[in-house]
Nanobody
């Protein structure tokens, strides 16, 4: 069974850095686009960054220049490097991936359970 597990969240001071990881596991044939989304308290889900299988990236204007997304295909893992963190970055961060399963060659969207990032003094 395919799963996505986020890690790396926690409490950090403003101006600090965190690196989130999203590890996909299971019988995977390939992973197309991987994305990071976040949901801050009282706000809707927001796309933070995305990366294609060809390593093309995009990010939200609110995090441009501060966050960067990357992936390691050998590890079936995506990363979100977060620098110069602000209190407004406080949110639950979710990983989303377009995955084709090895056994069935079926393609579907998978979501992780999320990891909490809190930016506070």
């Amino acid at each position: 069974q395919v799963q996505l597990v986020e890690s790396g969240g926690g409490l950090v001071q403003p101006g600090g850095s965190l690196r989130l990881s999203c590890a996909a596991s299971g019988s995977i044939f390939s992973i197309n686009t991987m994305e990071w989304h976040r949901q801050a308290p009282g706000k809707q889900l927001e796309l933070v960054a995305a990366i294609t299988s060809a390593d093309s990236t995009t990010s939200a204007a609110s995090v441009s220049g501060r966050f960067s997304i990357s992936r390691d295909n050998a590890k079936n893992t995506a990363y979100l490097q977060m620098n110069s963190l602000k209190p407004d970055d406080t949110a639950v961060y979710y990983c989303k991936a377009d995955i084709t399963r090895l056994s069935t060659r079926t393609r579907a969207i998978y979501w992780g359970r999320g990891t909490q990032v809190t930016v506070s003094s």
